[in-house]
């Protein structure tokens, strides 16, 4: 069983899957729509940074067990990994779902696996199975034949790290939900395929509620610890010492409050569930708007500090204030910026016309986006040497080498918990 299978989707999840695959001699067929990156893979070369990952492409590649398209061919499985953001007002968008089963539904035949794995809200595989259905009438579907159906269908999450994603993809369980028992166990013998760890068997809308209430649960406790350190501030205690006191207690985990939630998961995937049932995810739905206020009260926090400085010189204008923006990436000791908190904070005090020296030790340079006469990117000594305000964002493991010199300067405001 499962000799030809197809990823659709060959981002940070899809071409590490597909690549485990056919590290595993399975003829594999990767399907993206960007040529760019189709290209890229058919070189034996990746467009993400994964640690492991160009080792494994190229092997695969050069092997002839993996292979890019853009057009879906046939194939006994499909995996669809591809994005599912959402929109203005936090709706869901699932139109690369339902471009995915269009450009999939014509290849399809009798008995054909069918998995998402994008994060999804509760329901979505039925959409899928539906969007398929219509496509392809003269195959029957799981809501139709149910354990006899010529196409079976599953829901199966990625709960990879990012970084850590090649190793974790092996050594993670994974919550297999079938739209039908069949699929469920069609679904667990593909993953066995390269999966080292427990494969467990659910049901299809169970198994997307698991992947959001996963994430779900790290936001409200990451609110619960951002709030705690707005209440600490106005009380004049050190929220980091507090948590590191109450985390003694054997019942008590709290987490560590931050700039604010970034990436592309924790940030958007409550808002899934807060969609769907609106009423009732009521901590789910607060825990978002606390995380994404931090960054907005930490800016408060900074522009404080610019006018005591302002006030200890006379004469001085915002031009000549310079502050220094430790960190710009959305979590410690990587190098994606893309929705960071920091990044925003940063782009906020640039605006309020500071020049603004960020460090970031994991970026060679600032993205084109970036741009700004009063914005460059320079190293930690230069910033701690000329900064009138410190600001730190992300706790980088070189700041935290250097947190001695940090310490030293005047005016310091510790978004990331560096002196804890
Ligand atoms: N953060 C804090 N305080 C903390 C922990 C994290 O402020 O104590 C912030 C980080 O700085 C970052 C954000 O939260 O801005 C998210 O970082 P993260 O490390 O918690 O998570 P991600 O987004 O890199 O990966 C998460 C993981 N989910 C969980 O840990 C439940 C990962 O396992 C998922 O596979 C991934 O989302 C995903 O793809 O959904």
């Avoid at 014509?106 to 008995?111: D, H, R, S």
């Avoid at 079976?152 to 970084?163: D, K, W």
């Avoid at 039908?180 to 667990?188: G, K, N, P």
């Avoid at 009521?282 to 995380?291: D, G, L």
Wanted: glycine share 6%; net charge negative.
């Amino acid at each position: 069983m499962f000799d030809t299978i197809s990823m659709i989707g060959l981002g940070y999840i899809g071409l590490p899957t597909a690549t485990l695959f056919a590290s595993r001699r399975k003829k594999v067929i990767g399907v993206d729509i960007n040529q760019h990156t189709v290209d890229t893979i058919n070189q034996g070369k990746i467009h993400i940074v994964e640690p492991e990952l160009d080792m494994l492409v190229q092997a695969a590649v050069t092997a002839g067990n993996l292979r890019a398209t853009t057009k879906p061919e046939p194939a006994e499985a499909f995996l669809i990994a591809v994005p599912t953001p959402f929109t203005d007002g936090h709706k869901p968008d699932l139109s690369f779902i339902e471009a995915a089963a269009q450009a999939i539904a014509p290849v399809l035949a009798k008995g054909n696996l069918v998995i998402l794995e994008s994060t999804s809200p509760v329901g979505t595989t039925e959409k899928l199975a539906e969007w398929l259905a219509q496509a392809r009438p003269d195959l029957s579907f799981p809501q139709q034949a149910a354990e006899a159906a010529d196409i079976q269908i599953a829901y199966c999450p990625e709960r990879v790290l990012p970084g850590r994603v090649v190793h974790e993809l092996v050594s993670n369980d994974r919550v297999i939900g079938g739209m039908t028992r069949t699929a469920t166990y069609m679904a667990a013998a593909l993953y066995k395929i390269f999966v080292a760890g427990d494969l467990v068997a659910t049901n299809a809308r169970t198994a997307e509620m698991c992947k959001l209430t996963e994430n779900s649960f790290r936001d409200v406790n990451i609110a619960f610890a951002n709030e705690l350190s707005m209440i600490c501030d106005k009380l004049s205690i050190n929220v980091w010492e507090l948590i590191a006191l109450a985390n003694r207690h054997p019942r008590v985990n709290i987490l560590q409050p931050g700039a604010g939630v970034g990436g592309h998961c924790i940030a958007v995937d409550p808002w899934f569930i807060v969609d769907t049932t609106p009423d009732e995810a009521r901590i789910i739905r607060t825990a978002r708007e606390v995380n994404d206020h931090k960054p907005e009260w930490v800016l408060h926090k900074v522009k404080a500090a610019i006018v005591d400085v302002l006030a200890k010189k006379p004469g001085s204008t915002m031009a000549d204030i310079k502050v220094a923006c430790l960190g710009l990436a959305f979590k410690p000791d990587i190098d994606d910026l893309r929705e960071s908190p920091a990044l925003e904070i940063t782009q906020h005090i640039v605006q309020l016309g500071c020049k603004v020296m960020a460090v970031e030790p994991n970026i060679k340079a600032l993205p084109g986006k970036m741009t700004s006469s009063n914005l460059g990117l320079t190293v930690l000594e230069d910033a701690l040497g000329n900064a009138d305000v410190v600001c730190v964002l992300v706790k980088h493991k070189p700041f935290i080498e250097a947190v001695e010199g940090v310490r030293r300067h005047s005016q310091v405001i510790d978004a990331a918990g560096l002196f804890a």
